[in-house]
């Protein structure tokens, strides 16, 4: 049997941390506590300068419709 390397050690560390985690949990608490770890890939920050962008140039486009057209 060959040694582990330290990556092999640092994996299986990792496995046994999360095989205790779970331990004693239904399937319907795992599924919950993964749900909630999803996060969404675009910060609130961005969203907000995107929603800025586009809401801020509809209305400039209306404003120029409506008194320059």
């Known amino acids: 049997m060959a040694a582990q390397t330290p990556q092999q050690r640092r994996a299986n560390a990792k496995f046994v941390k999360d095989q ?22 675009i910060s609130p920050i961005w969203l907000g300068v995107l929603a800025f962008i586009i ?3 509809l209305v400039f486009e209306l404003l120029s419709r409506f008194f320059l057209g």
């Open 55 to 57: 809401i801020g140039g």
């Open 20 to 41: 205790e985690a779970r331990r004693g949990k239904s399937e319907d608490q795992l599924k919950k506590k993964v749900e909630k770890a999803q996060k969404s890939p």
